[in-house]
Structures are given as structure tokens and as C-alpha cells.
């Protein structure tokens, strides 16, 4: 194991800062993202229309100087409109491959919730695997690569839900709030100066970091250690989600895991070499929350998945 040098907190506060000049008031999107990028996942950002999550979006790929391409979801999108598709070339006579925006680093899924599950299904090998098949051709695609994907938690009609087996692809499930009074009005002040979200480098925004960090943090994020207890930890608030009365079922194999990589990256990203069990209770509840599945007598009792998480949180036991 080499000497933990804290490169990945020195580098992610960097970027956090880049961001934080056009975005106020999302620090804890900023932490949750940034430890689903380090842990090799995908993010789920839910939150009302109008709260800066594609800003938020650019702002990190423009600060990680990455590329950046968004889709719009729609409910007449095909898969092929994000996959890509082979055309014909009647100049050399051959077929060619035109890419889809998915291949990319960074890919943002505007209102994924909006499009069939056919078009849906089509991001399970992309984000499992990371390549895309096109024809029986496998394309393998660059690192980094995330999906982060947006879904408007109010408005339901004409919205197709997530099937399990694709939310369950999410590393993090993360709820964007509305900002507080003194976040807003620095938002209008910022707007009121001329402020113009197209234009990020007139915001002053850079480029603070490459994928060539990237791979450094991560590479700095596999020797933090993770002692046995916490791992015991771990399995226990994962093991309880799965017989609490309230659920209907719990957390999968996958979501332990992933609540061990984002402990991790999260450990790291806080500048130590060692996980501790709050690094767990920080990350638990966006890597479980969409994990957990309620019956409907506790949905109708108004209980949701956060409330379980935080039920299980205060009851397993925090090893010393």
C-alpha cells in the first residue's frame, strides 16, 4: 500500500471551487457527484425544474475540462438518437459508424423519466459495461465516463418511471433542494451584474483538473483503508434494509458495494487515508434511498425512503 498523499482533496476542492462561482448553494450535490465520479458510478439527480442541475453539470465538466454533451429526453426518442447508428457511405462504398452523444465523459440525460423504457433500457450496457454496441460492433468509450441523469420529481403525466434493474445502475440517488434566502439572492445579484449561464468563462470559471487526475484520485482512492468493522458496518445497514417492516424489499448486493466505493471517495475526498463510520452515514442515504422499495401501507402512511434510511441510521450500531 503507498503513503496516502491527499492529491485527490487537494484536487477536488479545486474543482468544487471553479463551480461554486456559478452555482450557489448546491455544496452537497457538489460532494455527492464528485464521490460517484471517483467511485466509477453514475448519478441520479432529482429535483424541481429551474435549480441549476444542467448548469451544475457544465460547470463540473467544464472545470474537470472533459467532454460535455446533453440530451433532452422526449417521449418519441430512440435509442439509436443517443447510441449512434451505422450509415451507409456511398463514397467509399462502406459502412460507417456516426456517433451518438453518448460517447462522451460526461453525459447529461435531461428528464430521463420522460422517454420510453425502450429508449431507457438502452443505457444499462453503456452504464454497466461502458461501451456500446452498434450492429455487433462493441465500442468501448473513454474515460472518465458518467451518466448523470435529471428527473423532475413533481410533475407525473406523460412520465415513464424508472424500471428497477436501471435505477438500480445508479451509484446515487441525489435530491436537489430549493436554495436558502441568502443562496437566492446572490443568485439574482449575480444575474443583476450580467451574469449569463451560456458563458462560463466570462464567469470566470476554469479548467482545474483533466482526466489524467481523474485516474490519479482514483488510483489514491484504492488505497484508502477500510478497517473490518466498518465493513461489518456496512453490511449491517444494508442487511437491515432488507427487513425493515416498512420495506417492501431492500438494498441489492450492488448497493453494499457502492456504499463501500463512495465511503471510500468520499474518505479521500475529506483528506484521510481511512474510512470512518461517518463517511458511511454521509454517503448512505443517496446510495440506498432509490435502493429501498416501501409497501403500500407505509407509502400511504406517508413514509418514505429517506425516513427508513434515517430509522435504520440511528438504530445499527456504530462500531467505535
Given at each position: ?97 456516426r456517433k451518438g ?136 445497514i444494508v442487511e ?81
Amino acid at each position: 500500500m503507498s503513503e496516502f498523499s491527499g492529491y485527490t482533496k487537494t484536487a477536488m476542492d479545486a474543482v468544487k471551487n471553479e463551480i461554486a462561482k456559478v452555482v450557489v448553494g448546491q455544496e452537497r450535490l457538489a460532494d455527492m457527484a464528485l464521490t460517484t465520479l471517483l467511485s466509477g458510478g453514475h448519478a441520479l439527480i432529482e429535483g424541481a425544474p429551474g435549480l441549476a442541475k444542467t448548469l451544475w453539470s457544465r460547470a463540473l465538466a467544464f472545470a474537470l475540462s472533459i467532454d460535455f454533451k446533453r440530451m433532452q429526453f422526449t417521449s418519441d426518442l430512440m435509442p439509436s438518437d443517443i447510441l449512434g447508428t451505422k450509415i451507409y457511405d456511398m463514397k467509399n462504398s462502406e459502412f460507417i459508424l456516426r456517433k451518438g452523444p453518448l460517447f462522451t465523459n460526461l453525459f447529461l440525460a435531461d428528464e430521463i423519466n420522460r422517454t420510453p423504457p425502450k429508449t431507457q433500457s438502452a443505457l444499462l450496457e453503456v452504464m454497466q459495461e461502458r461501451s456500446i454496441t452498434i450492429d455487433g460492433q462493441k465500442n468501448a468509450l473513454s474515460e472518465p465516463f458518467i451518466v448523470i441523469a435529471t428527473q423532475n420529481p413533481i410533475e407525473y403525466e406523460g412520465a415513464y418511471p424508472l424500471p428497477e434493474s436501471l435505477t438500480d445502475r445508479f451509484m446515487m440517488k441525489i435530491s436537489v433542494a430549493y436554495p436558502g434566502v441568502a443562496a437566492e439572492k446572490r443568485v439574482l445579484m449575480m444575474h443583476n451584474g450580467g451574469f449569463d449561464v451560456s458563458k462560463l468563462e466570462q464567469a470566470g470559471v476554469i479548467p482545474v483538473c483533466s482526466a489524467q487526475d481523474i485516474a490519479r484520485c482514483k488510483e489514491e482512492i484504492k488505497d484508502v483503508n477500510v478497517d473490518e468493522s466498518v465493513i461489518n458496518y456496512i453490511v449491517s445497514i444494508v442487511e437491515t434494509t432488507r427487513r425493515i417492516n416498512a420495506a417492501a424489499y431492500g438494498s441489492s448486493p450492488r448497493g453494499a458495494v457502492a456504499l463501500l466505493l463512495c465511503s471510500k471517495s468520499y474518505a479521500a475526498m475529506n483528506g484521510r487515508g481511512f474510512v470512518v463510520p461517518d463517511d458511511v452515514k454521509e454517503v448512505a442515504m443517496p446510495a440506498l434511498r432509490h435502493r429501498v422499495a416501501l409497501k403500500p401501507e407505509a407509502e400511504m402512511d406517508g413514509v418514505n425512503a429517506d425516513q427508513v434510511i434515517e430509522d435504520i441510521l440511528s438504530k445499527v450500531k456504530v462500531p467505535r
